[in-house]
């Protein structure tokens, strides 16, 4: 019984997964179309330089904060917060030295990391 729940999980999450990007695909596409219409004026320039920033800035934020919630999440499980953390600068530029080896869209990049953890992660908790 245990499989069958586990596996009837996994489709209802990949469901969530495609739902969830089926989603935010349809709204990206309408602000995108918006954005084609209004990108060539000049407040719009303006206004992409104000934006931009802001953008790369809440982006170094949440970073920093998935940083700060691995080394948590590291330390309850008994490593330190040091190793913890080279661990990631390591892990980091494994997967940039990769990703500029092998020509793979960014998306499936992700996704191929996402698995390999959670398979990793699964290989080391049981």
Avoid: K
């Amino acid at each position: 019984m245990e499989n069958v729940s586990a596996l009837a999980g996994a489709i209802l999450a990949f469901c969530g997964l495609v739902v969830a990007a089926t989603v935010s695909g349809a709204v990206a596409m309408y602000v995108m179309a918006g954005y084609e219409r209004i990108a060539g004026r000049g407040y719009m320039r303006r206004l992409q330089q104000y934006v931009v920033p802001v953008i790369c800035g809440l982006l170094i934020t949440t970073a920093l904060s998935m940083t700060l919630a691995a080394v948590a999440i590291g330390g309850r499980a008994g490593v330190g917060s040091t190793p913890m953390a080279w661990a990631m600068v390591v892990l980091v530029g494994a997967m940039l030295a990769i990703h500029a080896r092998i020509e793979l869209p960014d998306v499936v990049f992700i996704l191929v990391s996402g698995a390999l953890s959670v398979a990793v992660l699964g290989s080391l908790a049981g």
